[in-house]
């Protein structure tokens, strides 16, 4: 798994709540058996127009002023609904590798984890005024530092975030979590002879 | 100490809690289906590891088949591979598949109970979100991504943090022609769609005591729809009735043993738990859903928003789906005229929502208002039961369409799909925008409300139902 350490990058503004995985990749496109490709795919519904190919111009993640970006800002609930993690892979495909919101949907959150990727958990006042600055400054970017949980803004300004220590540590490590499962391998022998299972 | 079934559950699943690391739990059952599975298989092959307890893995494919005649190959050559996919893995790492043709084919939150897959005091996941179902039984089970179900292949366990719990505590009882829907409807209303993150919840309460277990499931079915990571009930008599004689017991014990043994995984009187809500089951009345997410939702008797009289947020939402959906402020749901109809899904496809159904459209005529009324089962076995009953006939006769098992027009991976424009009542769990189909417009409901709909051609109050035979 790729590791996350530090990353600087344009801030996309995605002003939705409830941001479900039917609409960061609708079903259409869980018919393939890989895991990488999906960028083409990601927002679909909201992304073009009729024609499925055309960006609509009205999607704010296509104005070229958030073209390359690699910090995605939301709301709250963001990623809720199915399990599939063909979401944070569409995300990830598409080039973000960070997304900011004030909550996220449980099981979405532990893909990204999977994925190399930070979900960042802040304040909801605090993202309403990333949400302003975004807006205002054409190129606004922001520099996460993982091993820090820091957030610093072009302005010099600082807002620190919290992690689990656990999720962190994978990350900065690359850590694939079967492989650090498998560590433990006895452990898992000892528990199923001492319920029985054979 | 008094300990609640969540907290039970997890102390007798703990294989290892490495310092500083999560913990590693152990997972008792594992099911499978194709859209989520293709890419963990791979993991595997690509790391050379092998299943590490195929035979407790079930798999079934749900998502992509047909549910018309299943003599006819699948046409999508996407479903039809991705079906094969599963099959060729089920065989290369000896896991048990229910294909296409087997009875014991379904939605696999419809089969694992029905199969006796799914007990009580287990740990179960699936790679899909609903497997809050088998909470029903008393079973810590929950969705998982992909990455994870890879782990639980190699690993048999899941690495998990504690999480917090919740009672809903629903006092009182359900009103006549108020359903197991319209009560988890109400609670998603109330506690909001991420009212429940972060949380396991437990049902409790005389209400919940006296659902069937058809009933129970729908209610953990949507507790992810709070948000929460699993819904759990206690399992009592009635658990232990419905799984009696199910195939897949542990054929070494007695049943009165292992009834006894389930009991047992039930709430201790006087647990605590880190949130308690209470709901009063006799206020609940039939609910609809007006918008794009579970949580926007009123009694039949409500009407959708007006947008001065909400805030922030809230209003941007309301606003967004108000437009999404094509409808007013302050309209009442009773005058929401709907085009398409379906029945099914894991929510609301089990023997006891097609009786519900039923026992509405008998003598009655589907609207001519309506293009398409759908009424798909949750399994080969429903099926089977429905026919027995004679249930497929006054479907038949209403003018609804009885199809062949499977997830169906839930999601829309197979054929069966809302058109751009279309307006649907639908019983499965997810009104997301184009969820059912691009540009469909879904509204959640209970079995009985969407056959009353279906042949009025609006919603209606199912308590003034006119019940024929
Ligand atoms: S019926 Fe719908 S919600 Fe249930 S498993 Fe199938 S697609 Fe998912």
């Not at chain 1, 656990?166 to 898992?188: A, C, M, P, S, Y």
């Not at chain 2, 389930?262 to 006087?270: F, L």
């Not at chain 2, 369409?401 to 999601?411: H, K, N, T, V």
Request: glycine share 10%; charged share 25%; aromatic share 8%.
């Amino acid at each position: 798994m790729d590791k996350f350490t530090t990353l600087t990058g344009i801030v996309a503004p995605l002003e939705a709540l409830n941001v479900d995985t039917d609409q960061i990749i609708p079903k259409q496109f869980l018919k393939r058996v890989e895991r990488s490709g999906y960028e083409g795919m990601l927002f679909y519904d909201w992304r073009y127009l009729e024609d499925g190919k055309t960006p609509d111009p009205a999607f704010e993640l296509n104005a070229p002023r958030y073209q390359g970006a690699s910090i995605l800002l939301t709301k709250d609930n963001f990623g809720c609904g199915s399990s599939r993690e063909h979401a944070p892979w569409a995300l990830n495909n598409y080039g973000f590798r960070c997304i900011l919101a004030p909550s996220f949907a449980d099981i979405f959150y532990y893909n990204c984890f999977n994925n190399g990727m930070l979900p960042i958990v802040l304040p909801g006042n605090v993202i309403e005024s990333l949400f302003t600055e975004v807006r205002a400054t054409e190129g606004y970017e922001l520099t996460v530092d993982l091993a820090a949980e820091t957030i610093t803004k072009p302005d010099g300004g600082v807002i620190a975030f919290e992690i689990s220590p656990f999720l962190k540590e994978r990350l900065l490590n690359g850590w694939d979590q079967v492989g650090l499962t498998l560590l433990h391998k006895d452990k898992i022998a000892a528990y199923e002879a001492k319920r029985g299972i054979a | 100490m008094a300990k609640n079934i969540y907290e039970k559950i997890w102390d007798a699943h703990v294989v290892h809690t490495p310092e500083g690391q999560d913990t590693i739990l152990y997972i008792d059952r594992h099911f499978v289906h194709e859209v989520t599975s293709a890419q963990a298989f791979e993991g595997l092959r690509m790391a050379n590891r092998a299943v590490r307890r195929p035979e407790l893995t079930f798999a079934t494919m749900d998502h992509n088949i047909p549910t018309t005649d299943r003599s006819i190959p699948i046409q999508d050559p996407l479903s039809q591979k991705q079906v094969d996919t599963l099959e060729a893995n089920c065989e290369q790492f000896h896991i048990t598949c229910f294909d296409m043709y087997d009875p014991r084919n379904g939605i696999v939150h419809v089969v694992g109970p029905e199969l006796g897959l799914t007990q009580p005091g287990m740990t179960i996941v699936c790679g899909d979100s609903h497997t809050a179902t088998h909470g029903a039984f008393g079973a810590l089970a929950h969705g998982i991504g992909t990455s994870e179900v890879e782990h639980v292949l190699a690993t048999q366990t899941l690495l998990q943090k504690k999480s917090k719990t919740m009672e809903i505590r629903v006092t009182g009882a359900l009103r006549t022609g108020v359903t197991a829907k319209d009560l988890v409807l109400a609670i998603i209303g109330k506690i909001g769609t991420a009212g429940g993150t972060g949380y396991v919840i437990e049902y409790t309460g005389e209400a919940i005591r006296k659902l069937s277990m058809e009933g129970r499931m729908t209610v953990c079915n949507m507790t992810i729809e709070a948000g929460a990571r699993a819904g759990l009930i206690s399992p009592d008599d009635i658990t232990c009735a419905y799984l009696k004689d199910r195939p897949y017991l542990p054929k070494d014990r007695t049943f009165e043993e292992l009834a006894e043994g389930w009991k047992a995984w039930a709430s201790d009187e006087g647990c605590a738990y880190d949130t308690v809500v209470e709901v009063d089951a006799g206020e609940v009345e039939p609910q609809v859903t007006w918008g794009t997410s579970p949580g926007m939702v009123t009694g039949i008797s409500g009407k959708t928003p007006v947008l001065a009289e909400l805030e922030g947020n809230d209003r941007l939402a309301a606003e967004k789906a108000l437009a999404y959906m094509d409808l007013g402020e302050g309209v009442p749901m009773t005058e929401v005229r709907i085009n398409k109809m379906f029945i099914g899904s894991c929510t609301n496809g089990r023997i006891e929502d097609l009786r519900e159904a039923a026992a509405v459209a008998r003598g009655h005529k589907v609207s001519e208002t309506i293009d398409q009324a759908l009424v798909v089962p949750g399994s080969n076995e429903v099926k089977k039961q429905a026919e027995a009953e004679g249930l497929d006939q006054v479907f038949k006769d209403t003018g609804f369409e009885w199809r062949e098992a499977g997830c169906s027009m839930c999601l829309a991976m197979n054929d069966d799909r809302l058109d751009p424009g279309d307006r649907c009542a639908s019983t499965s769990n997810r009104n997301f925008e184009g969820r059912q189909g691009k540009g469909g417009r879904t509204h959640l409901v209970g079995a009985g409300m969407a056959a009353a709909a279906a042949i009025k051609g609006h919603f209606v109050d199912i308590r003034d139902w006119d019940f024929r035979g």
